[in-house]
């Protein structure tokens, strides 16, 4: 509503004398709805989407799995480890 009555002003003030800075509010008023439609393209990139499960290929090749043995504990006297944690729940802060 705002831009239509501000084209009404603009076209109404063409028709008339064309330096009496009638055209200033206009310009004011345009001005948001252009900047928010830069903003908008400028942060939502729609045109540079990338659609990730369609546009990409992946292909794994060669791939491996082992498990390698890296420490044993013998003699031990404990059934658990003496400085377990898993009794205390740290940073939970209730």
Do not use: C
Not at 21 to 44: D, K
Not at 56 to 67: C, K, L, R
């Amino acid at each position: 509503m705002i831009i239509t009555h501000a084209l009404g002003i603009a076209l109404a003030s063409s028709s008339g004398s064309s330096d009496d800075g009638s055209w200033v509010p206009l310009l004011f008023l345009l001005s948001g709805p252009v900047f928010f439609f830069i903003m908008y393209t400028y942060y939502r990139n729609t045109d540079k989407r990338h659609r990730h499960e369609t546009e990409t290929s992946a292909e794994v090749v060669g791939m491996q799995a082992f498990d390698e043995r890296v420490d044993h504990v013998t003699g031990s006297s404990y059934a658990s480890k003496q400085d377990a944690n898993h009794r205390e729940v740290r940073g939970a802060g209730f």
